[in-house]
Nanobody, 123 residues
Framework: QVQLVESGGGLVQAGGSLRLSCAASGRTFSSYAMGWFRQAPGKEREFVAAISWSGGDTAYRNSVKGRFTISRDNGKNTVYLQMNSLKPEDTAVYYC????????????????WGQGTQVTVSA
């Protein structure tokens, strides 16, 4: 298991930017693919982005392509989500997750989760 702690959420106006961070501890961080999910009130938790253990492969949900970028620094045991051109519909609690698979994209692929960080985008 790996322990995950997200940070960087907050309130931003539409069109603004935020960078989320997820710090990992426990077993070897570089052996895990990492992902970001989000959950808005009354909605299911949905996939946002994922990155392979090496950082060489990434995947995104269609609605964030071109606006969000996932990256990782294995030396710092941290994964990031850079979010640009934010929209009110991006408002949600964002969760970091770890997976032993190469490029996971569904909740069932992930075995470790953080506590979440709130992102609120005002119109």
């Amino acid at each position: 298991q790996v322990q995950l702690v997200e940070s960087g959420g907050g309130l931003v106006q539409a069109g603004g930017s935020l960078r989320l961070s997820c710090a990992a501890s426990g077993r070897t961080f570089s052996s895990y693919a990492m992902g970001w999910f989000r959950q808005a009130p009354g909605k299911e938790r949905e996939f946002v982005a994922a990155i392979s253990w090496s950082g060489g492969d990434t995947a995104y949900r269609n609605s964030v392509k071109g606006r969000f970028t996932i990256s990782r620094d294995n030396g710092k045991n941290t994964v990031y989500l850079q979010m640009n051109s934010l929209k009110p519909e991006d408002t949600a609690v964002y969760y970091c997750a770890a997976s032993p698979l190469r490029i996971p994209t569904i909740k069932a692929d992930f075995g470790s989760w953080g506590q979440g960080t709130q992102v609120t985008v005002s119109a």
